[in-house]
């Protein structure tokens, strides 16, 4: 069976940094584009950052351009998303997902190009 997993979300104070990672069980990711998405309490899930097969496509919501950082760690079979300056807004549960679409990523909120989700991480930036 095919699942991703999230890991380190936090509560960490405004300007803080976390690094949050996404690794897999059944599958390898590096054959995988992954997106990272996130969603905040009453708001509609936001797509944040991603990152296609071969790290050719890298893509940023204008939300985090210049602050997050999404890579691949081949040696771990995990990607992860370095979060710097961090915000109250940036508050909510983040989910990576994966598709295996080569040459491609999106964080189009409204995509169905993935198919497979983890169960998220909780990220808390109090203001």
């Known amino acids: 069976q095919v699942q991703l997993v999230e890991s380190g979300g936090g509560l960490v104070q405004p300007g803080g940094s976390l690094r949050l990672a996404c690794a897999a069980s059944?599958?390898?990711?590096?054959?995988?584009?992954i997106g990272w998405f996130r969603q905040a309490p009453g708001k509609a899930r936001e797509g944040i950052a991603c990152i296609g097969t071969g790290d050719k496509i890298i893509t940023y919501a204008d939300s985090v351009k210049g602050r997050f950082t999404i890579s691949r760690d081949s040696t771990k079979d995990a990607v992860h998303l370095q979060m710097n300056g961090l915000k109250p807004e940036d508050t909510g549960v983040y989910y990576c997902?994966?598709?295996?679409?080569?040459?491609?990523?999106?964080?189009?909120?409204?995509?169905?190009?993935?198919?497979?989700w983890g169960q998220g991480t909780q990220v808390t930036v109090p203001s």
């Open positions: 997902a994966a598709t295996n679409w080569l040459d491609y990523c999106s964080i189009d909120a409204a995509t169905d190009v993935y198919d497979s």
């Open positions: 059944g599958f390898t990711l590096k054959n995988y584009a």
